[in-house]
């Protein structure tokens, strides 16, 4: 028996006639429109739904084979997924492009323009979501059966404008016009609790009734997310907040009290309105653990009835599921999983977390303390009181197996607790993330040894077994193939085919062609033409690109710095043989985080004057492309030549725009600092460009007392840069980046400043010689294999997962 009728799908067009009858149904049917009257928009969503339905269809069959084999399946838990937009990756990965471009122009449009009304999804900010959504594509393209969880943002982060008063927030509604990738489920909707109190229960120490002063439910909608050059295609799936039914007061409204009747329904459903609502407010920080509880108290639910589908008990729960913790975020999973056991499901304690801990594993992602999320107790209580019952009882239990292993070391139990005494008590997420998993790792070979070292010595110190290293990876289809389609047809002609798309590691074929002339000017040109592509400067310029969220860590103001000493250098000679150049920033700052704010401002300031003066700009240009994303870094990405990756040593993780950068041959200019250790291993020492202290030098200096001043008295060019702030000529915001400098710097901004001048320098003459650059060039891209995001699947299905392919059959 045909598969297909196995399962009850239609054939979908395979030829040019086929796929446009199906094309012209979908405008028919689900858009309720004709040829002669469709809109682009109208073209647009009936051929995103015929795209879609080559990949439910491949869904289906995943389903089918999945279920089936009922094997281990693997739980992506992140509060972010950039996904970006959707349409041309679909078309590539359904290979349908070449059909859908033949049925849209005999509808009388270009596939490139309704490639531009697909709108990215907003549903993340950094490198998080970024990570999230290349490990969810490599899970389907290895065929590993998975599913991420996520929260569906109205409005996702903001839209960033860029104006002489630097950064201001928009919002981003995204979903506007609706999203024709997503399915929405609503027979699924999960109810979630708040508020309220909890009661005994008659014979039980462990078990109590939880009665919840609110209730919101989880609406649940899924996107596809299919494999490349395989038939699987996973979901992540999506809840929005939604009011119950008993949240709009009629009485109210009849009285004319319209605002009132409906501020329950408002209130429930601000819990999936923005990505990170601003946490400066007691009301905002409630609204972000709100959103965090909603998260993993839908999924949980959710995977409970997958597992259930095929299963009964719970002694093969654990043997069943690994749920992935994708930082501190989705961490009141822990608690919630074990309420879920003990109280609804009544399962004995012991047992529940013995459940508990083989489940869920952590992923770290930060090294600042700040970031290592806290919650104040007094909040926890109020908004989850019997899960901070249940943490306490986890704490409890934890301190007697430390005070076991160190008899006497109070100190130790204080440092370990997962509740913070002094100076207020909270509850921390990173300690209950490390003691309820069965496995922590970091995302790079530095960040995680730091981790073992500093930030969870202690832990690490009980469970040295639990510590992994997994270093974070791209996805090359996103990043090259789509970003860079000129890069990725030479690379595929200078390899004799395009297999680098599944393993990564085959460009390293490339290096044989790095001494060829003939390839070397082809690189070159493709490099240029990308530039001209995006537009914002001299083609023939160094493009030197820093792009990532502002941080007072990451050190744009370091860049910065750079900057306005080049152009006082310029200006104090202007008949020199300058380099000319073209620095691009692009990025977001958080809206409460005004130091980074002002760092932006002071970009824009810089940029304008710049700009301005006429003995300066023909050789330097600073632009800063606003409302960075995924989308725009597929411009950005293809089209640098310097990756600037500058952030004070021991602070970055791992990162990732580093990758793609050197994936696309761009040569980095960085410290030894996160994934940069790594990639200048792999690429070769003369082929990045290093500067600056090393993560245990930066330490040391703190720790011996770091004066920025001494820096700054010592450094002819730093004074002038810094003066020039001081000094007004770029406005009160110039004062304030260049007080928290001298006064702090944090950073060690100023201490490294000078290498990195030097370093720099270095750049300028390695740039007059094309030949040695382009080599460089190519050199980044030919060692790049290992930065794949398949590769780091493989790693965590290997050492943290042990999780099989379940590969689905192909139709015949």
Not at 26 to 32: K, M, Q, S, T
Not at 605 to 629: M, Q
Not at 679 to 688: L, S
Request: with cysteine; net charge negative.
């Amino acid at each position: 028996m045909d598969l297909r009728q196995g399962i009850g799908l239609r054939k979908l067009g395979r030829t040019t006639d086929e796929f446009q009858q199906d094309l012209l149904s979908n405008l028919y049917y689900r858009r309720g429109t004709t040829v002669e009257s469709a809109s682009a928009r109208d073209a647009y969503e009936a051929l995103s739904q015929t795209v879609r339905d080559h990949l439910a269809e491949r869904r289906a069959r995943t389903a089918a084979a999945q279920f089936a084999s009922n094997p281990r399946w693997v739980y992506y838990l992140s509060a972010e997924y950039l996904l970006g937009a959707q349409l041309e990756q679909n078309l590539l990965y359904s290979s349908t492009g070449e059909l859908a471009a033949e049925a849209v122009k005999a509808l009388g449009f270009s596939l490139e323009d309704l490639e531009d009304l697909d709108v990215e999804p907003g549903l993340g900010n950094g490198g998080l979501g970024r990570l999230a959504a290349c490990l969810v594509d490599s899970l389907a393209t290895r065929d590993i059966p998975a599913v991420g969880y996520g929260i569906r943002y109205d409005l996702g982060i903001f839209r960033q404008i860029i104006t002489e008063h630097g950064q201001a927030e928009l919002p981003d509604d995204w979903a506007f016009q609706g999203n024709p990738w997503e399915f929405p489920a609503p027979d699924d909707r999960q109810a979630v609790g708040f508020y309220g109190h909890t009661e005994p229960v008659a014979g039980s120490e462990t078990r109590k009734t939880w009665v919840p002063g609110e209730i919101v439910l989880g609406e649940p909608s899924h996107m596809l997310v299919p494999g490349y050059g395989t038939e699987t295609v996973n979901i992540v799936r999506l809840w929005s907040a939604k009011a119950s039914e008993a949240s709009f007061d009629l009485s109210r409204f009849s009285a004319g009290q319209y605002a009132e009747a409906v501020q329950e329904a408002v209130r429930a459903e601000n819990i999936s309105k923005v990505l990170y609502p601003d946490d400066s407010t007691e009301l905002g920080r409630e609204l972000r653990l709100k959103q965090q509880y909603f998260l993993v108290s839908c999924s949980l639910r959710d995977i409970v009835r997958r597992f259930r589908l095929r299963n009964e008990g719970w002694d093969t729960f654990a043997d069943k599921t690994v749920i992935q913790l994708n930082d501190t975020h989705p961490t009141i999973a822990i608690p919630e999983l074990m309420r879920l056991l003990v109280d609804e499901y009544e399962v004995e304690w012991e047992k529940a977390w013995e459940i508990t801990r083989r489940t869920f594993a952590y992923t770290c992602h930060t090294l600042l303390p700040e970031a290592l999320e806290t919650w104040p107790v007094r909040m926890f209580e109020k908004l989850l009181p019997r899960h901070l019952e249940i943490v306490y009882l986890i704490n409890m239990l934890f301190l007697r197996e430390v005070e076991a292993r160190f008899p006497g070391d109070h100190d130790r139990l204080r440092r370990m607790s997962i509740i913070q005494e002094e100076p207020e008590r909270r509850v921390r997420m990173a300690h209950l993330a490390v003691v309820g998993t069965e496995a922590v790792n970091g995302v790079a070979e530095l960040h995680s040894k730091l981790l073992r070292e500093t930030v969870l010595d202690d832990f690490a110190a009980l469970w040295p077994a639990k510590f992994q290293n997994v270093t974070n990876g791209v996805s090359p289809r996103r990043f090259v193939k789509l970003a860079n389609p000129r890069l990725s047809d030479l690379i595929t002609e200078g390899l004799g085919d395009d297999g680098w798309l599944r393993d990564l590691e085959k460009l390293a074929g490339l290096e044989r062609l790095a001494d060829d002339a003939s390839f070397r000017e082809r690189w070159q040109a493709i490099k240029r033409a990308n530039k001209v592509d995006l537009a914002v400067g001299d083609p023939d310029s160094l493009t030197d690109v820093m792009i990532k969220r502002f941080h007072e860590y990451k050190r744009q103001q370091l860049k910065l710095l750079h900057v306005i000493t080049l152009y006082q250098r310029i200006r104090q000679n202007p008949a020199a043989d300058w380099v000319p150049r073209t620095v691009l920033f692009a990025g977001k700052a958080a809206p409460a985080y005004h130091a980074a704010k002002d760092i932006i401002q002071l970009i824009a300031t810089v940029a304008a004057r710049i700009e301005a003066d006429p003995v300066a700009s023909p050789y330097l240009k600073v632009v800063f492309p606003a409302n960075y994303n995924v989308t725009l870094a597929e411009r950005i990405v293809p089209a640098a030549d310097l990756s600037e990756q500058i952030s004070l040593a021991g602070k970055e993780a791992s990162g990732t725009g580093n990758m793609k950068l050197a994936l696309n041959g761009a040569v980095t200019i960085g410290t030894l600092d996160g994934a940069n250790i790594e990639i200048r291993a792999r690429v070769g020492e003369d082929n990045f460009f290093l500067f600056g202290m090393d993560a245990y030098e930066a330490a040391q200096a703190r720790m011996n007392g770091y004066h920025p001043r001494h820096f700054y008295e010592r450094d002819e060019e730093l004074r002038a840069a810094i003066d020039t702030l001081t000094s007004g000529v770029f406005g009160d915001v110039g004062r304030r980046v260049a007080g928290s400098l001298l006064d702090w710097d944090e950073y060690l901004t100023l201490a490294d400043f000078r290498s990195y001048l030097e370093c720099q320098e270095h750049v300028e003459k390695t740039w007059r010689d094309p030949g040695r650059w382009t080599r460089m060039s190519i050199l980044n891209t030919a060692h790049s294999g290992f930065f794949s995001s398949d590769r780091t699947v493989a790693d965590y299905a290997a050492r943290i997962w042990r999780v099989s392919p379940v590969p689905v059959a192909p139709l015949t």
